[in-house]
């Protein structure tokens, strides 16, 4: 089992820029979302996702789109990179329910400069 | 609003010893969870513990032990006799918010264990 895979584990962009980071997981999980991950900051959620055709803002959704036309796959847009979007990216994904236990992927790491 | 606070930004030990990792947090829901995850220096999250709101025995898995007080809206960890490979940075993460299947983490606490 792979779990969640991330793609890619680095990446460098210039300001303007657009990419998406791709999310995949293989568990059958109804739940999928992404946080980003700065110094001091901790993990914040950006989007999330409740099931295919599902998304919804978190706590820090500017800059990002999200769509979500499978189960499997959640990716993150950045349509216009800004340096402010430096950071560290987790997708995580859990079954349907109310126990909130995420499986992380391994996370990518994403410079603008 | 949810809040999770981890008010030791950074803890320094020699190895052996034991240390405790504050966690407070601020909820209005009834019913919710929380976790703690290691990441070490590799960068990878890794599942500690979940614990429901119903649930405040202390839990004990190893050298690792847990402390649930509703009262005071605190779930502490406690790592006895550190070792080296301990050394990672802490979150604690309380589930609800936006919706159960996502997490509120607070900023971390990151401990370093010396020989």
């Known amino acids: 089992n792979a779990g969640v895979t991330q793609t890619p584990k680095f990446q460098v962009l210039k300001t303007g820029q657009s990419m998406t980071l791709q999310c995949a997981q293989d568990?059958?999980?109804?739940?999928m979302s992404w946080y980003r991950q700065d110094p001091g900051m901790g993990l914040r959620l950006i989007h999330y996702s409740v099931g295919a055709g599902i998304t919804d803002q978190g706590e820090v959704p500017n800059g990002y789109n999200v769509s979500r036309s499978t189960t499997e796959d959640f990716p993150l847009r950045l349509l216009s990179a800004a340096p402010s979007q430096t950071s560290v990216y987790f997708c995580a994904s859990s079954l349907a329910g109310d126990t909130g236990e995420l499986f992380f992927g391994e996370g990518s790491r994403l410079t603008v400069l | 609003a949810q809040k999770v606070t981890q008010a030791q930004t950074e803890i320094s030990v020699v190895e052996k010893e034991d240390v405790t990792l504050d966690c407070v947090y601020e909820?209005?829901?009834?019913?919710?969870?929380l976790f703690w995850y290691k990441q070490p220096p590799s960068g990878e999250l890794v599942f500690l513990i979940r614990?429901?709101?119903?649930?405040?025995q202390n839990e004990i898995s190893g050298r690792y032990s847990w402390n649930f007080q509703k009262s005071t809206s605190s779930f502490n960890f406690t790592i006895t006799a550190s070792q080296v490979v301990d050394s990672a940075v802490y979150f604690c993460?309380?589930?609800?918010?936006?919706?159960?299947?996502?997490?509120?983490f607070g900023k971390g606490t990151m401990l370093l264990v010396s020989p």
């Open positions: 993460a309380l589930s609800g918010g936006f919706r159960y299947s996502t997490l509120t």
């Open positions: 614990r429901n709101s119903f649930d405040e």
């Open positions: 568990m059958n999980h109804e739940y």
């Open positions: 909820t209005r829901d009834t019913t919710y969870y």
